[in-house]
């Protein structure tokens, strides 16, 4: 079978366990990053590594929106306002010019354990809706009959494995569009630096904040998607729903390899 045109990566914010949930977080979020490969190799990782540079001088940073938020880490330079304050002008600015189209699904846990008896597994739920719609996203470009693999960062043996399991059971048919044996999945370590794992990482968690306290207003720049609203890296009103990201080619997809600096400091000092 020969390759697609695309590449998925996947990531989610929040846990999927029904025993114990946290009122202040109830919501599980999975999202799927679809690029199309020229596009991935041009522009977004192009992108991310300039960010790098442009912060720590070397792009050997694997960039994680919860570290990103407790400032820790690598991310300890945020400490410093200032620094903090372009950096996530900055990151806006990459979210927005990256070549992508979102697929989220997300399910607030507490409305479905009261809605139903012996509730199912929301990322058994939320990894079937989301298959279905790339099959659906790949058909409409004549890429169904051509393999995609869909990366996944690695989180333990065990899970990985029952993770794999069920992802073999909905392509195989358990699902409401078919069987997809263009479908297949990796594991991947953290440890790989992959942009994709990344970007997919930076935007699931405003998906989960949105849902949480969808008028929320952060005190943050804004970034402008194709989607009906504006969006924040660290609080987004994106919508929990197929999220078409601006996409560019050729000349205009190279230059945004040069990330403008908002704010006058650079190499994590003010």
């Known amino acids: 079978m020969e390759f697609s045109d695309f590449i998925v990566y996947v990531d989610e914010s929040g846990d999927h366990g029904l025993v114990s949930i946290n009122p202040q977080n109830p919501v599980f979020v999975l999202t799927?990053?679809?690029?199309?490969?020229?596009?991935?190799?041009?522009?977004?990782?192009?992108?991310?590594q300039a960010l790098k540079f442009e912060f720590w001088g070397h792009d050997g940073v694997v960039l994680h929106s919860r570290e990103i938020r407790k400032s820790?880490?690598?991310?300890?330079?945020?400490?410093?306002?200032?620094?903090?304050?372009?950096?996530?002008?900055?990151?806006?600015y990459v979210v927005e010019q990256a070549p992508v189209t979102l697929i989220a699904a997300a399910i607030d846990k507490q409305?479905?354990?009261?809605?139903?008896?012996?509730?199912?597994?929301?990322?058994?739920?939320?990894l079937t809706f989301c298959m279905e719609r790339l099959q659906r996203f790949l058909a409409e470009r004549g890429q169904d009959h051509r393999k995609t693999w869909i990366l996944v960062e690695q989180r333990g043996r065990k899970e990985d494995d029952d993770l794999e399991l069920e992802f073999r059971r909905i392509a195989a048919g358990g699902n409401q569009v078919g069987p997809m044996p263009n479908l297949d999945i990796r594991f991947m370590d953290k440890?790989?630096?992959?942009?994709?794992?990344?970007?997919?990482?930076?935007?699931?968690?405003?998906?989960?904040?949105?849902?949480?306290?969808?008028?929320h207003e952060p005190g943050l720049r804004s970034c402008r998607t194709q989607v009906p609203s504006?969006?924040?890296?660290?609080?987004?009103?994106?919508?929990?729903?197929?999220?078409?990201?601006?996409?560019?080619?050729?000349?205009?997809a190279r230059r945004r390899t040069s990330i403008p600096v908002p704010f006058g400091c650079r190499n994590g000092s003010s």
């Open 111 to 126: 409305r479905h354990t009261q809605k139903y008896h012996d509730p199912d597994n929301p990322y058994k739920i939320a």
């Open 191 to 215: 440890k790989h630096n992959s942009a994709g794992l990344q970007m997919a990482d930076l935007l699931a968690y405003p998906v989960a904040r949105h849902i949480i306290a969808p008028d």
């Open 32 to 48: 799927f990053c679809i690029v199309e490969k020229e596009d991935y190799r041009t522009a977004m990782v192009p992108l991310v």
């Open 72 to 92: 820790s880490g690598d991310f300890s330079i945020l400490l410093n306002q200032a620094v903090r304050d372009r950096f996530t002008a900055t990151v806006n």
């Open 230 to 252: 504006e969006c924040s890296w660290e609080n987004t009103r994106l919508r929990a729903k197929d999220i078409p990201v601006r996409k560019a080619k050729g000349p205009e």
